[in-house]
């Protein structure tokens, strides 16, 4: 465990070298896209439902994330807030549903599209001005959304992407939130253990509505292991893995190096699920991830 000074403090963490921050983002962003393939595979391929997922995903994350705390010196009581953890239950909860009727590539840019495009629009309400080339980029993405989401025999199932939008909005605010965290690692922890017991009252709601929708909560030891792989190893040690990178990148690369994650998401995707990239969706990742990129590369935005 790391030692905290005598004030009890948490102290600073480290900055990685330059070979090992590149290794940290790497497993980082491998690791966010695992949770879309995780998702998707859970869904189609073993009995699991959405609710129970994401209770699964939410739990072992919870359990994850309390034992990394623990192991490095950042547990803290009290860490997180209700806030925070509603956000994360939103984005879990729409995340799981709508990977019902969406294929994985398709669903990691409507999702990442709608954090970024989450983050920079509560940005512009707070003041936050952009140059002429950032108010570009920001069309581009937005005319990329607008052609996936076109009508067609390529657009996604509209609920599903609906409930996609509402996941990526949802963890925009939660990293909004968490700005301010002095301790990401610890204040991760605590909104994921503030965040189980109101999954387990979704999953309770759902079983109660079996009857009447039909369906209910169903699970098997295949859907299990893909939850708890997606909430103990791709959340719990990815979340963690990515704050150990954090102090080794700026902002701006921060926030770019994720552009990775919709592409990583769609070749895998590929290779493990059979999905195939339609010209649509390969347009439409280059303008969405293309447009983004621009607002974030721009010049740093100026206040009113």
């Given at each position: 465990?790391?030692?905290?000074?005598?004030?009890?403090?948490?102290?600073?963490?480290?900055?990685?070298?330059?070979?090992?921050?590149?290794?940290?983002?790497?497993?980082?962003?491998?690791?966010?896209?695992?949770?879309?393939?995780?998702?998707?595979?859970?869904?189609?391929?073993?009995?699991?439902?959405?609710?129970?997922?994401?209770?699964?995903?939410?739990?072992?994350?919870?359990?994850?994330?309390?034992?990394?705390?623990?192991?490095?010196?950042?547990?803290?009581?009290?860490?997180?807030?209700?806030?925070?953890?509603?956000?994360?239950?939103?984005?879990?909860?729409?995340?799981?549903?709508?990977?019902?009727?969406?294929?994985?590539?398709?669903?990691?840019?409507?999702?990442?599209?709608?954090?970024?495009?989450?983050?920079?629009?509560?940005?512009?309400?707070?003041?936050?001005?952009?140059?002429?080339?950032?108010?570009?980029?920001?069309?581009?993405?937005?005319?990329?959304?607008?052609?996936?989401?076109a009508p067609g025999l390529s657009a996604p199932d509209p609920l599903g992407a609906l409930l996609m939008v509402v996941a990526g909005a949802a963890w925009g605010i939660y990293s909004l939130l968490g700005r301010a965290s002095r301790d990401p690692i610890a204040t991760t922890a605590g909104n994921f253990l503030r965040a189980a017991p109101m999954a387990a009252v979704l999953a309770l709601l759902v079983a109660l509505a079996a009857p009447?929708?039909?369906?209910?909560?169903?699970?098997?030891?295949?859907?299990?292991?893909?939850?708890?792989?997606?909430?103990?190893?791709?959340?719990?040690?990815?979340?963690?893995?990515?704050?150990?990178?954090?102090?080794?990148?700026?902002?701006?690369?921060?926030?770019?190096?994720?552009?990775?994650?919709?592409?990583?998401?769609?070749?895998?995707?590929?290779?493990?699920?059979?999905?195939?990239?339609?010209?649509?969706?390969?347009?439409?990742?280059?303008?969405?991830?293309?447009?983004?990129?621009?607002?974030?590369?721009?010049?740093?935005?100026?206040?009113?």
């Amino acid at each position: 465990m790391v030692a905290s000074d005598k004030t009890g403090a948490v102290p600073a963490p480290a900055v990685p070298t330059a070979g090992r921050a590149t290794l940290l983002t790497l497993l980082a962003m491998l690791a966010f896209a695992a949770n879309s393939i995780l998702c998707r595979l859970a869904l189609t391929q073993t009995a699991i439902d959405p609710a129970g997922f994401t209770l699964v995903r939410i739990a072992s994350g919870a359990a994850s994330l309390w034992l990394i705390a623990r192991a490095t010196g950042h547990a803290k009581a009290g860490a997180g807030s209700w806030r925070g953890a509603a956000a994360l239950l939103a984005y879990a909860a729409a995340f799981s549903f709508a990977y019902l009727t969406m294929t994985a590539g398709t669903g990691a840019l409507l999702l990442f599209g709608a954090v970024q495009a989450t983050m920079i629009l509560v940005g512009l309400y707070r003041g936050e001005r952009l140059e002429p080339l950032q108010w570009g980029g920001l069309a581009l993405a937005l005319g990329g959304l607008a052609l996936l989401l076109a009508p067609g025999l390529s657009a996604p199932d509209p609920l599903g992407a609906l409930l996609m939008v509402v996941a990526g909005a949802a963890w925009g605010i939660y990293s909004l939130l968490g700005r301010a965290s002095r301790d990401p690692i610890a204040t991760t922890a605590g909104n994921f253990l503030r965040a189980a017991p109101m999954a387990a009252v979704l999953a309770l709601l759902v079983a109660l509505a079996a009857p009447l929708s039909g369906g209910g909560l169903r699970w098997d030891q295949g859907g299990l292991v893909y939850a708890v792989l997606s909430g103990a190893l791709a959340s719990g040690v990815g979340y963690s893995i990515w704050y150990a990178a954090l102090p080794a990148l700026t902002a701006a690369r921060a926030a770019s190096v994720q552009l990775s994650v919709p592409v990583i998401t769609a070749l895998v995707a590929v290779l493990a699920l059979g999905e195939r990239i339609t010209p649509v969706l390969a347009v439409s990742s280059v303008a969405v991830l293309g447009g983004i990129a621009l607002v974030i590369l721009g010049k740093s935005p100026r206040r009113g």
